[in-house]
């Protein structure tokens, strides 16, 4: 079966640097997947992406060794096996609250005796390789979204559930959460401290922590922290800067 | 009959900055008409975009007061009274060598007696109003690509044609096609050379003059020496360069 | 934030008239929202509408000043959030029939802290705004639907549920719920008795009372009795009527 | 082979009523063809349906006896075989202005001897039948839209191509050609006057008569002239003129 | 309303034989339509067809007197309605594990009393007739998977739920489940046996048995056990695996 | 610049084995590329491929080292440039018959001086990589569809033109031209004449030569009198004379 890049990368110490995709365009992320990333997530929960779009963007994505992920809506299992089956390699789940969550999560991520996904990968075999069902449920990666009041207290029972590989801070909930309204690259104390709550409790656990950031210098100082997964920014976000800053360089000059 | 803002722009001595589009999602392209551009073209020539993608792209960029534009894959009448019945208010046609290309391109786009294009303006009347098929011989703009050795030696025929609008320079073709390959913003002395001839030529019949530039600092040149429409960069390029930018921004902290 | 104008309807206590959308194209979209509709609704409960489809019919839609409208096709949390992303300004949710049930929703649909949905406003910010997040809960409409026997039994403890802006009466399957099998525009005295029951509630608690119709007659009818709310037959069926009628008038004449 | 209901019609001196197709989906194309219409024209010309949306709408009519037809957006060989390979069982071709152009349609959708149109009925051959290629050229109905000028000059030239079954007459395009402006159902004297010159014709070389009208009063008129193929209004119309009807009487109620 | 051929095929004692659909394509299902399968299963769980394809899907197989049927990604209620609204005949939900999930599923199927589907059948009246809504509940066919040991240990209570008329059995499931891994056409004793307990069970309480298998053999071998609905292959597998042998073949020519 | 397989195939003496695709699907093309064929055609011309689906074929034939070949409808050079700078490799033209119609053709698929492609490989440098401009006219392959009686009547001028890599035999309709009706696997004597001459002259001019068969084993053949380019049935027909198998099987047993 085809190695996946982010255990490497995070076996190795190293941390992966993500791209976020937004457009439900195959065209944007191949584009975006020559671009350097290490992986790629397409957006399922805030962005227009759709199943009928995931898999030409999943397949755009295996035109490079960018690994592929996928953030889904909802803890939803039938969703949750239906993008494994279609050839991700990761998959990120909002919201988890409770370890009950966490475990129907990877259950549904995992194939018996381990969980309780169906068998099906009816792309997955295509990308990953015949042996698919072999090793999937130690290739693929599961990534918890740790980023509401709740998560945070019941944190150490959530990174206890077997079989789930690392966490994912989201800011902008989890400073909502908190009482702080949304938002990137957090510097109030009380989210700053959370964030690190997390990322400390994570790594106790062996798990990997990711977070999303909203620009590399931000993302290169979680990495220096000791996340390995830094999200920087997103497809849209990227090229809307781009674009303003563009026509404000031409008005400037 | 909704107003053609380029025209105003260019009849207030002004130039249009032109945004270009090659993703073919509604998404992105609502992005970009919230991203500052006078007008945007969606590529049907060097790009993905179908016709089933340019109507939801052309509804999109409707929902600002950016000016929809789109350039055709070829000099197609059926093609080109299509993109105007989807309601875009300038037109592009590459590669226009020959008075007789002229007159066939502007004919599409001009209802009788001026020209000969169709009458069905399904989404045009939706965008530019009831009065639309009054009105839209002469709010409509077409734009003529200038292109190759052939055009440059019939430039002052295409020039006078009845009915155009302006011209719009590809530094790419027109480079090649003199012999200097493909690229941007040209610095070779014999396509600048040949840029500034077309420009004048243009601005002697009345025509404005546009170009396609890979940055906002040449399109600003441009636009210093009398280009009343500069395009930059484009969706795709702009969201390549500015992810190289954040991965190598990363990677260098 | 830009207005939800059902809202100042209901203020100015008027009765907002609501077109229904079936057909899962951005075009018809655009056509009926020019035709001079409130509100539209479309529907990803009973119409061929998913959420690859809904995204540019939102952006149709939002050419123009109707106020755009999402019928989910079940009370889940995921999709009512990706709703409400995408730039909708009311959520109808149908089968609410406990508290807990219309809590869930209502809770979807509001950031803490009223309630748990998640940020990611991609594209509700384009279209409401760069304030967005300051002023959704209170901007966007929240309907429950009273569409069975249980949820009658129900009503006052779901009414009473904070953040609830609005109820919604599905006359067929309330009808079905009680026995008296689908339809429009009822007038069973038990079901006619039902919607009364319903519409005296939802305006003591200060809500506002919707309805589907299958006629304008009816629709003014229900708007006299105080609905403030009332769609009137569906894209679709507009269409098949007016399309059957004119077949009808040729084959008499 | 399936039997072209259009031929039986038309040989048994009947009027085919039609209906006309803007909207690019499947399930409102399957509504209209239950609504009574004989034959169903997808419109490529002047609608937003391009050669993605025509497959699933031919076989959204197939699962009704309405006989599926398309108006091509030009004279253009490549897509007339392609309209044909997907099941259609009449053409409509725009713009028919001499006895070349009339020849050139025609030979497209014919195969050799009579014509050059290239095998491959990947779909035709399921609609149609095993046979279909053996029937194919005596089954398919060519129309050529009258609607200018120049071919009012070259009528009977146009009329003498053999193979030619129908012609069209555009009413606003004649119009506009003739220096009336668009319009529907005509009654200036010198366009009323062109298109009874053209029944007339057609008539007496023993094509059918066609026209597009606004209502079916007119139509009624047109077949009682001689017309055999009379098209009245549009699903986009009907659907718009029925909200709008709707709107109104509920506001005046 | 339109019979339901599978139950009739049942009633006569015969056997159904089930093609698979995987490829999320109108065309490709309108080919296999005419391949003479009794029935077409659409996959939603493990095949890339969303709603969006669907719809064309079931129009295309509603070209033939196929019996169209749908598996369902998971027990959602939701999307059981709306695959039902879209005019299939039969769902087979997956993973129905307890006497509560096989309620869930069948009271999504049925309108009240017997369930609590809500109405709203856009397709299916087009599709199954006027009169759709009076016959719906003993037309169309509930198909439970038994594919877990959960499902063998609840299997009485399962089979006893009123209004289930059939079960499907997944053999990769459920050797999974059993301990002997994923794989089609099964001898493990364990799983065989497993395999007869449900068609032995089934049969007792009157319903129709289905089972998924890999080759025509094997199906046939099925069929003589007594199962009444037996699926071979996949759209996919029948296409790659001919494919496969057709250059294996040229190649050892 | 990634190779051409194809062309190294061919140099050294080999034929290349072509699968055929129909099916407007990533997914089935991305299966048929795993498929075991040397190189892959889209067929836009006898197949309901639009630009839309193929673009995302082109992606799934590209994870893959499979050749991605497309047959465009005509000899257009605006769409033939658009496959071009979607990725593809080889592109085959239909009805080349004459010298002028070799010339148009394969002038369009080469940059200046050779020939007059516009420049904008928007796809095709992701697919091929950066220097995709400078060998882009060496590697991209051009093959001219030999298959009218005036084809042949031109055959040397047509075989004559530079630039021209590779005939292709569409037999179906020579065959017709010849008056011999459609068809695959040909064997009336005056076709296979014609059929050995077009692949003796090609040889005489340096050209490779490819054709259209129904079975491997015909295949074989015409790879053993010196074809070098085999198409093989196609995706739809290997799928439904598999379905039409297994089903036939199942009944006989």
Known sequence: MRENRLRKIWQ??????????????????????HSGWDSLTIDMQHG???????????????????VPVVRVPWNDPGLIMRVLDAGCYAVICPMINTREEAEAFVGACCYPPEGYRSYGPYRASLYGGRDYTDHANETVVTMAMIETHEALENLEQILAVPGLDAIFVGPSDLGQSLGHGPGMDRDEPAVVEAIEVVLAAAREHGLAAGIFTGSPEYASRM???????????????????????????FESE
Chains 1, 2, 3, 4, 5, 6 share one sequence.
């Open 48 to 66: 227009p992406v759709d199943y009928g779009s995931l898999v030409p963007m999943l397949q755009a994505i295996s035109t490079t060794d960018t």
């Open 12 to 33: 190795e110490g190293g941390t992966a640097v993500n791209g976020w995709l937004h457009v439900p365009s195959s065209f944007s992320a191949e584009v975006m997947a």
């Open 223 to 249: 990495a220096g922290k000791g996340f390995q997964f830094v999200t920087i920014s997103s497809d849209a976000r990227l090229m809307a800067s781009a674009a303003a800053s563009a026509i404000s360089t």
